[in-house]
């Protein structure tokens, strides 16, 4: 061990330094003795488990003799002290963080500084997530805890070879973040790429967690489409690291961060393998078919609503009959911004009022709209089912860009009809094609097509078939039989 100070009075001197004395209630500083020996103990109060240390202290507190008597030095002393989770510290830096980080520190009269780790932080017990529910499966889910969290992924892949790589970053935040991957299936150039990235972070604290994150590994900028995989379920992040995927927890956030990731990753979800292959695989088509109808559905209509020429005779009804004073354009795009605002609504309402405010928004403002002539039927009824289709997309960062998609399309089609419609999705085809985070081509394997890995995305082939790691994963052993 090192000697950090001459005295527990530095020692003292040194914690007021950095915490003010009687400035902050919760830094706190406290003479006890230990095996007879009086020691300075030093904590945050409500990050340590107060009823773990009382009972560490009321048993040294019994025994007054000296581990130095039956032994040479700190070191022996490290050796009796009754608790499992013990480190010697090295320098003063290491020993502030290990306090703010919720650790217990011991100072004995020589100077010499220990810590044990009886974090107790605030949060919750593992729940199921809101936003990935099941019918059949786990109901646990991730937590506020990156303790929790890890056990979680480990409860799931009991492997020597599941490592959990420890960083800390931000200068005032020192959020810890733990690098999660399986050894021999993942690929080193992508582990140095996340951890280069975290090197480089230099910022006072990531408050938003790993929304901050993702900004910062893949420099997102204004790119509206994201980057990495959001996921909240242990079983969904166990599966994609035997993938040879790469996945990021971030202290107090209970979502973890899968990379890397491509655009038919956010139109997957976990009910797929829930059920029967063939079942799985019609509710994956459905889902990848309702994503592709609430991008297009709306500006479609508006096309053909506008541009009766284009409709057969057979499907001349589609389209109002009498528009009204105000355009279909401004009609869908009021009635569809107004769904999103609903929407938000929903979310910051309180749990007994929003059956409330749903009845309201149902009832009064839609079918007034329609009979004092604001929106025509037809209007509301496709924007719905435009949102409809939008709610079923399992990602809620692929359902927002969608939104905004739907948007750029429509205004394209109100000024350009037709061939405003068609070379927006062409842009917007172009610009996915064009993204590459951590190298990986967005929209694999589509582009570049590989038809096995299409046919893969498209079908839940039975667990029992020998389907390798996916491609874009680079893993060094594809082969997940060994």
């Known amino acids: 061990m090192k000697q950090l100070f001459h005295s527990m009075e530095e020692a003292e001197e040194w914690f007021y330094s950095r915490f003010g004395k009687d400035k902050t209630f919760d830094a706190t500083v406290r003479s006890v003795h230990l095996w007879g020996m009086p020691v300075l103990l030093l904590y945050i109060n409500g990050l340590v488990d107060g009823a773990t240390i009382t009972t560490l202290l009321t048993e040294m507190q019994a025994n007054t003799t000296r581990p130095e008597e039956e032994g040479d030095g700190a070191d022996q002393f490290l050796s009796f002290f009754p608790y499992h989770a013990v480190s010697d510290i090295q320098d003063a830096d290491e020993l502030l963080t290990a306090i703010l980080s919720g650790q217990a520190a011991f100072v004995t009269p020589e100077g010499y500084a220990f810590t044990i780790d009886i974090r107790n932080y ?24 990156l303790i929790q969290n890890t056990a979680l992924i480990r409860r799931r892949l009991r492997t ?35 951890r280069k990235r975290l090197d480089e972070i230099e910022h006072d604290g990531l408050t938003m967690t790993d929304k901050s994150l993702e900004e910062f590994l893949f420099k997102q900028r204004f790119h509206p489409m994201p980057f990495v995989r959001f996921t909240e379920r242990p079983d969904i992040c166990a599966a994609h690291l035997l993938e040879g995927h790469i996945a990021i927890i971030v202290d107090t956030s209970p979502s973890v961060i899968l990379v890397p990731a491509t655009m038919f990753h956010h139109l997957q979800h976990a009910e797929e393998y829930r059920q029967a292959p063939l079942i799985g695989t019609v509710v994956r088509l459905i889902r990848l ?34 528009i009204g004073e105000i355009p279909l354009f401004v009609q869908l795009l009021f009635a569809d911004i107004g769904i999103e605002v609903l929407r938000m609504a929903a979310i ?30 037809e209007v509301v009824l496709y924007v719905a089912v ?50 590459h985070p951590m190298r990986v081509p967005y929209l694999w394997p589509l582009v570049p097509f590989f038809p096995r890995a299409m046919v893969r995305v498209l079908i839940r082939f039975p667990m029992t078939m020998d389907v390798p790691r996916p491609y874009i994963t680079d893993s060094p052993n594809r082969d997940r039989v060994s």
Request: glycine residues 8%.
């Open 122 to 145: 605030p949060g919750r017990q593992p729940d199921e997530p809101d936003n990935e529910k099941v019918v059949r499966g786990p109901r646990d889910g991730f937590t506020e805890n």
């Open 160 to 194: 020597e070879d599941l490592r959990f790589e420890m960083h800390k970053v931000t200068l005032n935040g020192k959020t810890d973040i733990a690098i999660t991957y399986m050894q021999g299936a993942a690929n080193e150039g992508n582990l140095d790429y996340i």
């Open 289 to 322: 078919t309702g994503w592709i109808l609430s991008l297009t559905i709306l500006p479609f209509w508006y096309l053909v609503a506008t541009k009766q020429q284009y409709l057969p005779d057979f499907l001349s009804y589609i389209g109002p009959k009498d």
């Open 386 to 435: 435009s949102a409809i289709f939008t709610f079923a997309i399992p990602s809620y960062e692929l359902s927002l860009t969608t939104k905004i998609f739907r948007i750029c399309i429509l205004l394209a089609t109100a000024l350009f009809g037709a061939a405003g419609f068609f070379l927006s999705i062409a842009v917007l085809f172009y610009y996915l094609c064009t993204l």
């Open 348 to 377: 910051h309402t309180p749990t007994p009022m929003s059956t409330a405010m749903g009845l309201v928004a149902a009832i009064v403002i839609g079918q007034v709209a329609i009979d004092v002539g604001l929106f025509t039927p």
